[in-house]
């Protein structure tokens, strides 16, 4: 008996009878109920979150020139993506159930977001009320929204911000080329300063030499006014005697003469020093700078008070002469010397008033020297002061026209992209290299293989693994195993493609690769056939439970949801080890466009699972050729 005769008669059996075609029919469609009702109840839940009731509670009274709090109300009206309900208290309705979750923007949501311009900044705090007794994922979903709604809204506000700032930029880059210009001007003022101060600072020097040669003369004449005025402090009693004298000796007219003539020298002497002071005093009154009025002004003082002087100079020099010509002259050489006597006071006189302002003007020359020293040590700080200030307004201007130029100033749209940029710096670029069309697209693979394993799963509720009549006829164990795993082969191709159909074109799930998913569904169902079936001929009614027991192993390890290196690490080697994981894998690949050579890969582990099954499947029917007790009366059965 071959092994396809063995199949034929197997599904003769149990489609023998309506109720058993019925039963047929049912294993047919039970992946189908599983994989399409499940996958269309979750093909798309993001779709019909607008049926989901959500509160929104807005109490934000706003601020100056923002009211972040109406803003994320309306884009959240807008958005559409809850069933958004404004009201003023929520708390209630999310305990009982009447919202999912709720979001509260407080009283001072836009007074935070603005405090940062007072220099008083803090957080606007969004309220996310939530119950995972309503729904944890609701919940999850929930705070994916409120950090969207915070990313977007502090997007805004730093955008805002940005703007602002580089607004006045704008305008301090407008009072700065204004201080670039006030600085340029004033680095010329202080340039022109500086040349002014120094020519200033070289005409003090040269007054202060011309001063300091002043007051040098000064002393000169002042030390010579002296000696005139120590000389002829004795001329007055001098002439008192000469007229007492002339008028004693009458007749010593050759000794009077004599002394006449000494005196007239004298006399001549006095008035060549005092000639010889005069142009002493005019050379040195000019060369301090006093006008030729004032110089004629001051000499003309001297010659008043020298005139009695030059007066008695020539009565001497007449006397003197008469001396010597008349013998009997010595009454009137007597009056000559006595009206000498009676002049010489006033000339003693006005030689100390000479003297009195020879010392004025030494002294007051010597104060203007020492006045110009120090109003040249006045220019020398000055000049100083003047490079200082004039190297420091170049300095001044230079940096301000070069900061104008680093100084953003951008236009209107500039300005806004660049805030747009600051507020918002990072975007996201989607590169997506397969991708799942929709929430139900995605878990599909997972939920196929977990179908097509409990299609497996069921059709050995009524098949049976081996058949009695082929193990006592003595067939071939290869045989008899490829015999009762043929009918399931067949009833699980028929699932696969019933269920394969319905997703495909009632369920809208649409493969990247059709034909390569139809025929890799096909090897799934082969292979998980023939591991139920190697388990039901095995282990008999125990072979169904370790059935599932690897179903729920494979559920935990198989990543069909979560990525499964999400799992703990003690369950990793039941992930490489069972073939749940490698057959959502390479549907996955399959239907979402993938590497197909993950795809062969994955193949041939099933493959490997398919081979080792039907040798296990076998095995088990090589040993029950052999009858035994409990073969005849099995402890349990199912």
Known sequence: MSALRMAFNELRRITSGKLPKLAVLALALVPLLYASLYLYANKDPYSNLNNVPAALVVKDRGAKDLNAGKDVADELLKGEKFHWQVVDEADEGVRKGKYVFALTLPEDFSEALTSAEQNKPRQGVLTLTTNDANNYLGSTIANQVVSEVRRAVTAKVSTEAADKLLLGFSTIRQETTKAADGARQLADGAAQLRTGVNDLDSGQRQLLDGATQAASGAAQLRDGTHQLRSQTSVLPDSTRQLASGARQVANGNETAATQAEEYAKKAQALVGVLDQADGDIATRLRALGFTEEQVQRVLGTIGQVRKPVDDANGKVQGAAGDLRKLSNGA????????????????????????????????????????????????????????????????????????????????????????????????AVRGLSQTKAATYGAGLAPFFLGLATWIGAFVLFLLLRPLSRRALAAGQSALRVALGGWLPGALLGIVQVLVMFTVVRFVVDIEPSNPLGTFGFLVLMSLTFVAILHALNAAFGAVGKFLGLILLILQLVSAGGTFPWQTIPVPLYPLHYGLPMGYAVDGLRHLMYGGDLGIVGHDALILLAWLVGALALTSVAAYRQRVWTASKLKPELVL
């Open 331 to 426: 009454d009137q050489v007597a009056d000559g010397a006595e009206l000498l006597a009676s002049k010489m006071p006033a000339l003693v006189d006005g030689i100390s008033k000479l003297d009195d302002g020879a010392t004025k003007l030494a002294d007051g020359t010597a104060q203007l020297r020492d006045g110009e020293q120090k109003a040249v040590d006045g220019t020398t700080k000055l000049k100083d002061g003047a490079n200082q200030l004039a190297d420091g307004s170049a300095q001044l201007r230079d940096g301000l026209t070069g900061g104008v130029d680093k100084i953003p100033n951008a236009d209107d749209p500039t300005r806004a992209a660049i805030a747009q940029a600051i507020g918002d710096p990072v």
